[in-house]
């Protein structure tokens, strides 16, 4: 189709699409090769996994950063030979909506900055990434779904594992129950954290073992049986209270789903933990670990090995999310995934409160 004809027939759909009252749903198409990604936030995460990644990105560049840390952006300027212009700290952040260079935010601070951050961003036009957790309060959350329709850019959560193959495979067993009906599931998701005044163990800032890792095993939970629980009953501990004093060091909680489906899930900030299994009426199957930066195995009872391999987990994750942008297609992982595990965990943490089970 030649261009002008392109234009005119794009053009009278979208019109159409905004008659309807669809049109703030509508992801629309870019016309250019790659998406520009700006970092907000050059911790760990952004420092030694998502900068490496988007060198092997196809779809996507890292072409901004945002940083309170003047060193931080001197020194990420010249390693990652960054326009000046596409240099930013938290005071200068929403004139990024002038610079054409930078089309997706990739969120990656503290949880209790994410919804900040992720409006902000969503109002200076760009698509927004953020990573898990995706907020620190239900309304966090559907603040920010809102701030990104109302502004018809995308909005995904750094769920990297949803973009995993073997991962993907279990959903498929799962949707088409090639074991059968999913019965019972096991996730567990922790490490041992050997900081004492890090945001993590400040409630604050989004802190605790359920908000980092928990999200891991209640997503798991979720993604393996393809549905959502109608129950929580949940207990929470710690061998270092004069360091877990305002959040969790380690939680279990039990889920119910309908038909009478169960998960048992565990998270830790002081132990190492990384298994998911799920048990079905013809069959059971399992990853561990479920969740490694450094790949993802498995194994069916019938035999089946689950190793199929990706050569970095967060380049698969941006490519997928920029594509889908560029293509004008659904997220893989929407805002409202993050805010069905987010509605869980509130009602995991009343349930530790009140020491009942809480019905959803």
Same mark, same amino acid.
């Given at each position: 189709?030649?261009?002008?004809?392109?234009?005119?027939?794009?053009?009278?759909?979208?019109? *159409?699409?905004?008659?309807? =009252?669809?049109?703030?749903?509508?992801?629309?198409?870019?016309?250019?090769?790659?998406?520009?990604?700006?970092?907000?936030?050059?911790?760990?995460?952004? *420092?030694?996994?998502?900068?490496?990644? &988007?060198?092997?990105?196809?779809?996507?560049? &890292?072409?901004?950063?945002?940083?309170?840390?003047?060193?931080?952006?001197?020194?990420?300027?010249?390693?990652?030979?960054?326009?000046?212009?596409?240099?930013?700290?938290?005071?200068?952040?929403?004139?990024?909506?002038?610079?054409?260079?930078?089309?997706?935010?990739?969120?990656?601070?503290?949880?209790?900055?994410?919804?900040?951050? *992720?409006?902000?961003?969503?109002?200076?036009?760009?698509?927004?990434?953020?990573?898990?957790?995706?907020?620190?309060?239900?309304? +966090?959350?559907?603040?920010?779904?809102?701030?990104?329709?109302?502004?018809?850019?995308?909005?995904?959560?750094?769920?990297?594992?949803?973009?995993?193959?073997?991962?993907?495979?279990?959903?498929?067993?799962?949707?088409?129950?090639?074991?059968?009906?999913?019965?019972?599931?096991?996730?567990?998701? =922790?490490?041992?954290?050997?900081?004492?005044?890090?945001?993590?163990?400040?409630?604050?800032?989004?802190?605790?073992?359920?908000?980092?890792?928990?999200?891991?095993?209640?997503?798991?939970?979720?993604?393996?049986?393809?549905?959502?629980?109608?129950?929580?009953?949940?207990?929470?501990?710690? *061998?270092?209270?004069? #360091?877990?004093?305002?959040?969790?060091?380690?939680?279990?909680?039990?889920?119910?789903?309908?038909?009478?489906?169960?998960?048992?899930?565990?998270?830790?900030?002081?132990?190492?933990?990384?298994?998911?299994?799920? +048990?079905?009426?013809?069959?059971?199957?399992?990853?561990?670990?479920?969740?490694?930066?450094?790949?993802?195995?498995?194994?069916?009872?019938?035999?089946?090995?689950? +190793?199929?391999? #990706?050569?970095?987990?967060?380049?698969?994750?941006?490519?997928?999310?920029?594509?889908?942008?560029?293509?004008?297609?659904?997220?893989?992982?929407?805002?409202?995934?993050?805010?069905?595990?987010?509605?869980?965990?509130?009602?995991?943490?009343?349930?530790?409160? =009140?020491?009942?089970?809480?019905?959803?």
């Amino acid at each position: 189709m030649k261009r002008r004809a392109f234009l005119r027939n794009a053009t009278t759909g979208l019109l *159409t699409l905004s008659a309807a =009252g669809s049109f703030a749903n509508i992801l629309l198409p870019r016309a250019k090769g790659q998406l520009g990604v700006a970092l907000v936030g050059l911790g760990y995460y952004s *420092t030694d996994l998502l900068a490496p990644a &988007l060198q092997l990105t196809t779809q996507c560049k &890292l072409t901004g950063i945002v940083t309170g840390t003047p060193a931080k952006a001197e020194l990420w300027q010249q390693r990652h030979e960054l326009a000046g212009k596409n240099i930013y700290n938290y005071s200068t952040f929403d004139t990024i909506a002038n610079n054409p260079d930078i089309d997706v935010v990739y969120i990656v601070l503290p949880p209790s900055m994410h919804a900040e951050y *992720t409006i902000r961003a969503a109002n200076a036009g760009k698509h927004v990434w953020c990573e898990k957790p995706m907020a620190v309060s239900v309304a +966090e959350c559907e603040a920010m779904i809102n701030a990104c329709r109302k502004n018809k850019v995308a909005l995904s959560i750094g769920y990297r594992m949803h973009h995993e193959p073997n991962t993907q495979q279990i959903i498929r067993f799962a949707r088409e129950k090639k074991y059968g009906a999913v019965r019972k599931v096991f996730a567990a998701a =922790g490490y041992h954290e050997g900081r004492r005044d890090h945001w993590k163990q400040k409630r604050s800032m989004g802190g605790g073992a359920l908000m980092d890792m928990g999200v891991y095993s209640l997503n798991a939970a979720r993604y393996a049986t393809q549905a959502e629980p109608i129950a929580v009953t949940a207990t929470q501990s710690t *061998t270092r209270p004069d #360091i877990y004093r305002e959040v969790d060091e380690t939680t279990t909680f039990d889920l119910e789903f309908p038909n009478g489906t169960t998960a048992h899930c565990e998270t830790s900030f002081g132990k190492g933990m990384n298994d998911l299994r799920v +048990e079905c009426t013809n069959g059971w199957y399992a990853l561990s670990p479920f969740q490694a930066y450094s790949g993802v195995r498995g194994v069916t009872s019938d035999g089946i090995r689950l +190793e199929a391999a #990706i050569e970095n987990e967060q380049t698969t994750q941006m490519d997928d999310d920029a594509l889908a942008i560029m293509q004008g297609k659904k997220m893989l992982v929407p805002g409202e995934e993050g805010l069905r595990d987010i509605r869980i965990v509130e009602a995991i943490r009343k349930s530790v409160a =009140g020491k009942s089970r809480v019905v959803l």
